[in-house]
């Protein structure tokens, strides 16, 4: 948990669930894994939830939910971007959906009194998919940010009494606009497993991490398997020319979310970034400028968040020298000094919020 992070699409992290376990590539060298069982193994919010092994500490399928902190963003007065379960996923199976939907009603109720946005990202994107869409699980979630919000009114606090009149009763038609969803994938097979589910998941924002970048991915295969077609705009902003369901959400219009608009269903943000720390793989680096491509091709928010401990021939550093040694080779180094720059600019595209 911290206010201010090195995360560089973020502003806060909000550690409310600890813990995890390993289901797909990308997982092979989380650092929060590797911290939970090192620096961090005796602290009470990672004690036990990792097991050693002979590559080092892996997760153990054990979550803690940390109720010491729950309060944290209501504490924040000024307005940031959170992530929540940075060390963790909020949609993991061991975390029950009871305590996610009061997280959820944190979440609602933070941005009503504080103007905070939670930038949620998750693995288990078939999970969050029957939550999100439960009624029941709204009815907690909206109960707990009513409480929450009266608890805090006074009567000369015109900022909480603000609050608790634009407090909407959110369902799965009417998701809340402060908490984006994002589903982290890192190659074409979490891609298609886990796309189709984020975008049958009411969110005000969708969004994809994709880090670490393992492998190519193409959107477009992700969402429409061998029907994949060209994703330019028609005009009627976030559909393709055979009348799919939407993948994009177009912003070359310059409009805006709106309060009360309909809720936009596709994708609104991507974020790319290579591994770092011990034993990172390498990104090629023609995918990452082909999902820098699909973006500007959709005309949805790009960002690159870095290289990670591996910079390609031919690209820019850290310190604005372009890397080269004459053989081709990429730059093994930290990410302080490989940089953030992807053919000679840094892109931190972010959706247009009204």
């Known amino acids: 948990m911290s206010d201010g992070t090195k995360i560089e699409w973020t502003a806060a992290t909000w550690n409310i669930v600890t813990g995890c376990s390993v289901v797909s590539p990308g997982c092979t060298n989380c650092y929060a894994m590797r911290l939970a069982g090192t620096r961090l193994r005796h602290h009470f919010s990672r004690e036990g939830l990792t097991d050693a092994s002979k590559a080092g500490p892996v997760w153990n399928g054990k979550t803690r939910v940390n109720w010491e902190w729950i309060d944290q963003p209501l504490n924040w007065a000024r307005p940031r971007a959170i992530f929540p379960g940075a060390h963790g996923d909020l949609f993991h199976d061991s975390v029950s959906s009871h305590d996610i939907a009061q997280i959820y009603g944190v979440m609602i109720a933070a941005h009503h009194l504080r103007g905070h946005v939670f930038q949620v990202l998750t693995k288990r994107t078939a999970r969050a998919r029957a939550l999100l869409n439960d009624a029941n699980f709204w009815e907690v979630a909206n109960a707990d940010a009513g409480m929450l919000i009266m608890d805090r009114i006074d009567p000369l606090n015109r900022r909480a009494n603000d609050?608790?009149?634009?407090?909407?009763?959110?369902?799965?038609?009417?998701?809340?606009?402060?908490?984006?969803?994002?589903?982290?994938?890192?190659?074409?097979?979490?891609?298609?497993?886990?796309?189709?589910?984020?975008?049958?998941?009411?969110?005000?924002?969708?969004?994809?991490?994709?880090?670490?970048?393992?492998?190519?991915?193409?959107?477009?295969?992700?969402?429409?398997?061998?029907?994949?077609?060209?994703?330019?705009?028609?005009?009627?902003?976030?559909?393709?020319?055979?009348?799919?369901?939407?993948?994009?959400?177009?912003?070359?219009?310059?409009?805006?979310?709106?309060?009360?608009?309909?809720?936009?269903?596709?994708?609104?943000?991507?974020?790319?970034?290579?591994?770092?720390?011990?034993?990172?793989?390498?990104?090629?680096?023609?995918?990452?400028?082909?999902?820098?491509?699909?973006?500007?091709?959709?005309?949805?928010?790009?960002?690159?968040?870095?290289?990670?401990?591996?910079?390609?021939?031919?690209?820019?550093?850290?310190?604005?020298?372009?890397?080269?040694?004459?053989?081709?080779?990429?730059?093994?180094?930290?990410?302080?000094?490989?940089?953030?720059?992807?053919?000679?600019?840094?892109?931190?595209?972010?959706?247009?919020?009204?």
């Open 163 to 354: 609050a608790r009149a634009t407090l909407d009763d959110y369902a799965p038609t009417a998701p809340p606009r402060g908490i984006w969803l994002g589903a982290s994938v890192e190659d074409q097979q979490r891609a298609n497993e886990r796309i189709p589910d984020l975008m049958a998941t009411p969110a005000a924002v969708r969004w994809l991490s994709c880090e670490p970048l393992l492998d190519f991915i193409s959107l477009e295969e992700a969402w429409h398997g061998e029907t994949a077609l060209n994703s330019e705009c028609w005009g009627d902003c976030g559909w393709c020319k055979a009348g799919h369901p939407p993948l994009w959400n177009c912003q070359r219009d310059g409009r805006q979310y709106e309060h009360g608009a309909p809720q936009r269903s596709g994708l609104d943000w991507v974020v790319v970034g290579g591994e770092s720390g011990p034993h990172a793989r390498p990104m090629e680096l023609e995918a990452a400028r082909s999902l820098r491509d699909q973006c500007a091709d959709a005309g949805v928010p790009f960002f690159f968040k870095q290289w990670g401990q591996w910079l390609p021939s031919g690209q820019m550093a850290a310190d604005g020298k372009i890397w080269s040694n004459g053989s081709g080779q990429a730059l093994h180094a930290v990410k302080s000094m490989t940089g953030r720059y992807l053919d000679g600019r840094q892109h931190d595209d972010m959706p247009v919020l009204a």
